[in-house]
């Protein structure tokens, strides 16, 4: 009886022990896909879908074209339109069966158009920042925001064509007058982005810095500028894309070279087929430039969404 109680105690033991073991020991990790091979599935899904929509929109359009549902003026086919895209960027005849040979669109490959309006964006929208964010650190920290804030809200709403004809008989129909135009675009919401990204500096981050003595400038460049840089980036893309819907209005009169100017004037001409290469050029560039500056946002601030 004796040594059948020890043998059951030794038993429980072991058992005890042994479920110490497994609990401590939970054994080999489930097998599955890491956090980047998760990234990369919902890339390749996103691109799979981008693909299929575009796809099935492209197909629709030929059908549509291809069944005569809309006139060819109203709506060129996708054919149509490289073709005019083809012939925007090569040299070709200026007509059938004539010996003169012309460069691409108005005597500028279309890919110079684009330039010329990339260029002239630049300097708008670096105007812009040059002047805008200055401007919003002060009116952000001192009384000039509330003296100078209802005339850049004023300014802000309007659209550019109430002042591309003033502008013009300021400064011309050459780039002077469409720079400035693309400047007073892009100008307003670079400061108001970075009057935001100061009122929104903590307080307590700031009263911290100045415990430890730094001096006002010391609590801009440490402090402050550090904060209010991601709603400048961010007020930098707004008003990129505004530029860049603005640039038809800005190259309405003598926008050649410019891809605004070329789409401006392919539609007096009834040129539909160029006049929707153009926009698609537009659209592309544009999706471009907000990547570029995405991707420069996640460079400069890369706490941005980190707790």
């Known amino acids: 009886m004796a040594q059948t109680q020890a043998a059951a105690a030794s038993t429980s033991a072991t058992t005890r022990a042994t479920a110490v ?26 691109l799979a879908l981008h693909t299929t929509s575009l796809a099935v929109l492209v197909l629709g359009w030929w059908l549509v074209t291809r069944a005569g549902l809309v006139r060819p003026l109203y709506l060129p086919s996708p054919g149509a339109v490289w073709d005019a895209l083809v012939r925007a960027n090569t040299d070709h005849p200026i007509s059938p069966g004539s010996e003169r040979v012309v460069r691409g669109e108005q005597n500028y490959y279309l890919w110079e158009h684009l330039l010329a309006s990339l260029q002239r964006i630049a300097v708008g929208v670096g105007g812009g920042v040059l002047l805008g964010v200055p401007l919003g650190l002060l009116m952000g920290t001192t009384w000039l925001g509330t003296l100078l804030e209802p005339y850049l809200n004023f300014l802000r709403s309007l659209p550019p064509l109430a002042y591309i004809g003033l502008l013009i008989v300021w400064f011309g129909i050459g780039d002077t007058s469409k720079i400035w135009l693309l400047f007073l675009a892009a100008f307003p919401p670079i400061a108001m ?5 100061v009122r929104g500096v903590r307080e307590d981050q700031v009263n911290a810095v100045r415990s430890l003595g730094a001096s006002r400038r010391q609590v801009l460049s440490a402090v402050v500028l550090p904060a209010t840089l991601p709603e400048v980036l961010t007020g930098v893309r707004v008003a990129t894309g505004f530029a860049w819907t603005t640039v038809v209005a800005a190259e309405i009169a003598n926008g050649i070279p410019g891809i605004g100017g070329l789409a401006y004037l392919a539609g007096e001409q009834l040129q539909s087929a160029l006049v929707i290469a153009c926009i698609v050029v537009i659209g592309l560039a544009a999706i471009a430039l907000d990547l570029g500056l995405k991707s420069l946002e996640r460079v400069l601030v890369p706490w941005r969404g980190k707790a």
């Open 21 to 46: 073991v497994d609990a401590a020991d939970p054994g080999p990790a489930p097998s599955g896909p890491g956090p980047r091979e998760v990234r990369r599935r919902q890339r390749l899904r996103r």
């Open 193 to 197: 982005s970075t009057i935001s990204g």
